[in-house]
């Protein structure tokens, strides 16, 4: 290795059609734990610093485009003939590139960097290859194309339609990912021809052409076959999602978190869970959610967006909406929604009750039932509850509205105006008592349907 780093530049390909998918959002922007696969991939190369970055386009590419948001620059492959030809559509677009290229495919989102070092490292070794295949050992060797190699250098590549019996026997497959010097890679693929079994320009053929001009080729076998794995169909991308949730887990509990049933609990890419945390089953993190040490979250509840402090006591059954912000110690019972609000210190809302655009205080107590009328069909508004208030159940809050620290809203209230520190705000008609009126009711009807009856 030298110590100069070499600059890198990452040609992704994502111009295929992705039919098997049957989906109108392009296939490398579906999402696996709530990321687009494009940005598992991105992710993961970013940990290698690449100076440029290609994205080769063809079907949806306006998709492409608008999730990239400028990101990398689109190389567009129209029409599609072939991987080889897919990657020239990059040439302008590194024409003025000195360093390494390594070829990535946008459905093929979980290489690890660690792989992708490898194949860069292997680039400069003193045999100095044209080109470096990531090559794998399925169970299955399937219709992958084939690596002819040995002791690690390719004497073939070979599509499986266009191999022979004996070259299909062959285990070792090409994932299709590969490594080049930019200044060869071009040179070569302009030599590639489309004289095979699917009229395609093939990408493989470059290690074919550099073979025979002598050069050495070589391939660096990864032993994790799924991450080369592509993804193709719907049930496909389940299996990465399932794969993926299953690291997760595993990870979230080495951190120190107890996962009741593993198996039941869903993550977020972006999930962060602290130590101590105990997670009950069937509880899912959406994007954004941030949980301290010391939380138990109990069975079925829902988050996305929302920040839970320590020894903060969550569901079941809750739901944290999009800035959820619960404060230490704070409790969120059964059939609680709470969005874009924070719950103070120690406050509580223990059950069946809306907190939207809300601020409530430190040691606040909402009753079962406490609504927070935020929106009027036209504008959202905000409620500000006071330290340790008092909220009575089944109280409808009319948003904009402050109730004072120390307050008692009496159960059953729809308030729509200011409540005072330290004030009884009481909305609901005054009681009319009937001693006995009940009683001779009862008397009078059933002496009534008696005498119906009889
Ligand atoms: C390719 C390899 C094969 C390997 C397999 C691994 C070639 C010739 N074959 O097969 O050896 O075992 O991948 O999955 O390289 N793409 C474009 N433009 C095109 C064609 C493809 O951008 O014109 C992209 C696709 O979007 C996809 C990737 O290239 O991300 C691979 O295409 P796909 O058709 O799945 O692979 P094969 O050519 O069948
Ligand atoms: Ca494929």
């Known amino acids: 290795m030298t110590s100069q780093p070499i600059p890198l530049a990452l040609v992704v390909l994502a111009a295929g059609k992705g039919t098997r998918m049957k989906s109108d959002t392009h296939k490398v922007l ?36 608008q999730a990239l948001g400028g990101r990398a620059t689109i190389a567009v ?17 590194l024409a003025d590139f000195v360093g390494d290229v390594l070829i990535l495919y946008g459905d093929v989102p979980f290489v690890r960097p660690e792989t992708m070092r490898a194949m860069i490292a292997r680039l400069h070794e003193q045999d100095a290859p044209a080109v470096v295949v990531l090559g794998f050992e399925p169970d299955d060797a399937l219709q992958y194309g084939r690596v002819l190699a040995t002791d690690g250098r390719i004497t073939k590549m070979v599509e499986y339609k ?32 489309n004289d095979n079994a699917q009229g395609e320009y093939y990408l493989t053929d470059i290690v074919n052409i550099a073979h025979a001009d002598g050069r050495v080729c070589a391939v660096v076998v990864t032993d994790d076959e799924h991450e080369v794995a592509g993804i193709n169909s719907r049930a496909e991308l389940a299996q990465a999602e399932g794969r993926w949730q299953d690291r997760r887990r595993a990870q979230a509990m080495a951190d120190g978190a107890s996962l009741i049933a593993p198996e039941t609990v869903w993550f977020s890419w972006d999930t962060v869970i602290g130590r101590d945390v105990t997670v009950e089953p069937n509880v899912y993190f959406g994007p954004g959610v941030t949980i301290a040490d010391d939380v138990k979250i109990h069975a079925f509840s829902h988050l996305e967006g929302a920040k839970v402090a320590s020894k903060a006591d969550i569901g079941p059954y809750a739901r944290l909406r999009p800035g959820a912000d619960i404060r230490e110690k704070a409790k969120v019972g059964n059939f609680v929604e709470i969005k874009k609000s924070v719950l103070g210190v120690g406050a509580k809302a223990n059950h069946l009750s809306y907190i939207g655009d809300a601020e409530v205080g430190a040691g606040a107590n909402l009753g079962a039932g406490t609504i927070t009328c935020n929106y009027d069909g036209y504008f959202k508004y905000k409620t500000v509850i006071g330290e340790r208030a008092f909220i009575g159940s089944n109280s409808a809050l009319i948003a904009p509205v402050r109730i004072g620290a120390d307050a008692i809203v009496a159960a059953g209230s729809a308030v729509s105006r200011d409540v005072a520190d330290g004030e009884l705000r009481l909305v609901r008609a005054e009681q009319l008592i009937k001693p006995g009126w009940a009683d001779r009711f009862h008397d009078a009807m059933k002496k009534k349907k008696a005498e119906k009856q009889g």
């Not at 492959?77 to 677009?93: M, N």
């Open 77 to 93: 492959q129209d029409p599609q003939l072939g991987t080889g030809h897919a990657v020239q559509q990059a040439e302008s677009a």
């Open 30 to 65: 579906h999402p696996i734990a709530g990321r687009p696969m494009l940005d598992h991939l991105l992710a993961s190369a970013a940990q290698l610093d690449p100076a440029r970055q290609v994205v080769v386009a063809g079907h949806g590419r306006a998709q492409l485009e």
């Open 162 to 193: 266009d191999a022979t019996d004996a070259e299909r026997a062959c285990r070792l497959c090409n994932s299709g990912l590969m490594a080049v010097k930019a200044a060869e890679l071009f040179q070569l693929l302009a030599r590639v021809g």
